[in-house]
C-alpha cells in the first residue's frame, strides 16, 4: 500500500492553471530545444502543446517559450529565464509535497 496525490496550481480565481503534465511538456521542451519535439515527448499535439504554453502565459503574464524559426537545421524553442526559474520551483514544491506525504503516510501506518 502507498499513497497517491496530485497536485496542481490553479489561478487566484480558482481555474485551473497548470499540473505535471504541463510541467513534463515544459522540462521537455528545454531538454529537445523545440516545441514540436518537446510535445511529442510529452505526448501532446504540437496545437494542444501551442495552447497550452500560451494559456499558461496568459494567466501568469510572463513568456514561457522563446521561439526562432531556423534555415536548414530548422527551428529552436527554449524556455524563458522566468520559465526556466518557475519550472524549478514547481519541480522542488512536488518533490518536497511527495517527501511530505510518504511521511506523513508513514507516520500514520507504520
Not at 7 to 36: C, D, I, N, Q
Not at 59 to 73: K, P, Q, T, V
Amino acid at each position: 500500500m502507498r499513497p497517491r496525490a496530485k497536485f496542481w496550481l490553479e489561478t487566484e480565481e480558482g481555474e485551473y492553471l497548470m499540473g505535471p503534465r504541463t510541467l513534463r511538456l515544459l522540462e521537455a521542451v528545454h531538454a529537445e530545444g523545440s516545441l514540436k519535439a518537446g510535445a511529442r515527448a510529452a505526448g501532446f499535439s504540437y496545437r494542444s502543446a501551442w495552447a497550452r504554453v500560451r494559456r499558461v502565459e496568459a494567466a501568469l503574464g510572463f513568456r514561457l517559450i522563446e521561439s526562432h524559426s531556423g534555415g536548414e537545421g530548422g527551428g529552436q524553442s527554449r524556455l524563458t529565464p522566468e520559465a526556466l526559474d518557475f519550472v524549478q520551483r514547481f519541480r522542488a514544491f512536488l518533490e518536497r509535497s511527495e517527501r511530505f506525504l510518504q511521511e506523513a503516510f508513514e507516520d500514520a501506518f507504520a
